[in-house]
DNA sequence: CTGAAAGCGCTTACAG
DNA sequence: CTGAAAGCGCTTACAG
């Protein structure tokens, strides 16, 4: 015996409910889903008379193409993926804007891994998103596991490395060596002669190889190895506050206080100035990033100054060669920093 | 007569380059491609022995699902699309923080629709989100074009206005009023008798409103009308500093600067300082948003805390309850705010 | 618990 | 310049 919902009509499936298609939009132009495709894909390829109608019907019903299937049949997903660590105080934000920007005509989309605090988060985040099949990855400050790693090697999405420079690159590298940084600063501290150095410094392996760097150059000019407090996140104006205060609550002296960060910075200036310790004849305060505000501080920051725009704007150029087919021979490009100096020293 | 190319064996399209596909899988373990979806989405539903099969065969050939296919079948892209004005020192990073973070282990991403300057822009990013047909769609802080409304609208995809109480809701709402901040912050001026003020302001429509709410409350009690710098984006520290000092120089002998920012509210404090000015005994300063380091300065800054992260989560909430296919009968949430007094009055 | 097969909404190589 | 039709890689209602 036949169930009763059986007979009623022809009622086979729980339908969808009902989307505008290519198809919605080809009957109504009275065209092939093909020309509607090349309205979007190839508009030159029409006619004026084709261009108006498909047009019209295009409006009237509200249609706005399906980009999953659209990536499906054709491979190209025109979205990128950010992966980074966290998006809050992100240092990587100008790089990310940047890309966005320079990609958003071409109808690219950006899409986030925020790796976060451990292997399995981010482990997890990475195979979503090359399950997405974006058209290209930008990796800025984020740890990427071994097991994620090989499937991003495996699965031949361009990928980009930014930020750094890594001695074993995946594919592209769009960066500058956090190495070369401390040593910048630490040539800087030598010659003026800051002996006593405080690190105030994230715990991350960019901001400990630019330590290692600065250490490295104060070790080989004959002065002392630096103090260094240590903190897990990036450091925050309240991190540079605290640290130098109990350094010097504990007897430190130091002559020279290195940040890993402006915030941290500002912060070490602001506890000098209501300790009434003079900045920079006593002690001399040097930040990285060069934010806005370094230069409007009293006194000014000395800061590095890292181009993160540029760093976009290159990992967007890379992108659109590898999507063109072009091969790219130079691929890694290092764009460099600054170090400025300001009033602090 | 046939064409040379037309002999060569079988070739009759340009194969792609070769992916690892759920059919690859399926052969490898001796299942049917069901199996091995049901691996993925309903484990639950497999024996232990087929379990084991497949996963064997998944890691052997490093298998990850092409999330385009199994969107576009399946109707759900475990896609949520946030929508901001810019990434670059965005307020509401701590919002979109925690909805990647609530949401990620039930393998939703978040895809990033950055509006940016003008009508135009932010209509194509709206655009090629929604073909991209994400399971919601999150506003913060961007204007939406009035044809990017109809069509998210008509998109049926659930939306969620964050960060404010439109009068006109899309969908569903989770913020609080800037009116009522402007009037709160106007309470405790009047209340301390602070009657000339300066108000140090962005000029999106946020900050408009708060101002407005202030300004209200200051005139009802009988006060003058504040005077107002407004800046194009949002308010930096050199924009407090610059302001400030333009209005002193100006003859300008405010009671009270209000700034549209924390960021802002420091570079005010920092240019009262540098001339000698107390706060608050001369002058106070009262930020917006609770930033890490309002409390750390010196004086501790005065400011409006809006729960960001309170605001993601109710925000993912919403959206499991909608995937889930429940019915919200209050779709509008206020998370309200708190004035925190501190120090700088 | 598992499989065969239809269908999701596009793109594109061919053919005309 | 335009169309018919195969194919992209999945999911899922049915059937067994």
Redesign the interface.
């Given at each position: 015996m036949k169930k009763k919902t059986a007979s009623r009509k022809d009622i086979k499936r729980t339908p969808?409910?009902a989307e505008v298609t290519i198809d919605t939009v080809a009957e109504a132009a009275g065209v092939s889903t093909a020309t509607v495709s090349r309205f979007f894909n190839a508009p030159q390829r029409l006619t004026q008379r084709t261009t108006l109608r498909v047009q019209t019907a295009v409006n009237d019903l509200?249609y706005?193409?399906?980009?999953?299937?659209?990536?499906?049949s054709s491979?190209r997903?025109?979205?990128i993926a950010a992966v980074i660590p966290?998006?809050?105080?992100?240092i990587f934000?100008?790089t990310?804007?940047e890309i966005?920007?320079s990609l958003?005509?071409r109808?690219?989309?950006?899409?986030?891994?925020?790796t976060?605090p451990n292997d399995e988060?981010a482990e997890?985040?990475l195979?979503?998103?090359?399950?997405?099949?974006p058209d290209g990855i930008i990796l800025s400050g984020a740890v990427v596991p071994n097991n994620a790693r090989?499937?991003l090697i495996?699965?031949?999405i361009p990928t980009i490395e930014t930020w750094d420079l890594p001695s074993d690159p995946i594919d592209m590298v769009v960066g500058f060596s956090h190495e070369a940084v401390g040593r910048a600063v630490g040539m800087h501290a030598t010659k003026t002669g800051r002996r006593k150095v405080l690190v105030v410094s994230a715990a991350g392996v960019r901001a400990v190889a630019r330590r290692h760097g600065f250490a490295k150059v104060l070790l080989e000019q004959g002065f002392p190895e630096p103090s260094v407090t240590s903190f897990a996140a990036s450091t925050?104006?309240?991190n540079g506050?605290s640290a130098v205060a109990a350094h010097l609550d504990a007897g430190g002296r130091p002559e020279l206080v290195v940040c890993s960060s402006d915030?941290a910075a500002h912060?070490a200036l602001?506890e000098l100035r209501?300790r009434g310790i003079r900045v920079p004849r006593d002690i001399a305060v040097i930040g990285f990033g060069d934010s806005?505000?370094a230069?409007?501080?009293?006194p000014s920051l000395t800061s590095v100054k890292i181009d993160g725009k540029a760093i976009g704007q290159q990992s967007a150029a890379f992108l659109m060669k590898r999507a063109q087919g072009q091969k790219i021979k130079e691929r890694i490009v290092d764009v460099g920093f600054e170090l400025i100096i300001r009033g602090s020293g």
């Open positions: 969808r409910p509200g706005v193409p399906n980009l999953l299937a659209g990536g499906l491979a997903t025109q979205l966290t998006i809050t105080n992100s934000s100008s990310i804007q966005s920007d958003a005509e109808g690219y989309n950006v899409v986030l891994a925020l976060g988060h997890r985040q195979l979503s998103i090359i399950g997405r099949r090989a499937k495996a699965s031949a925050t104006y309240g506050r915030w912060g602001d209501h806005d505000f230069s409007e501080l009293n």
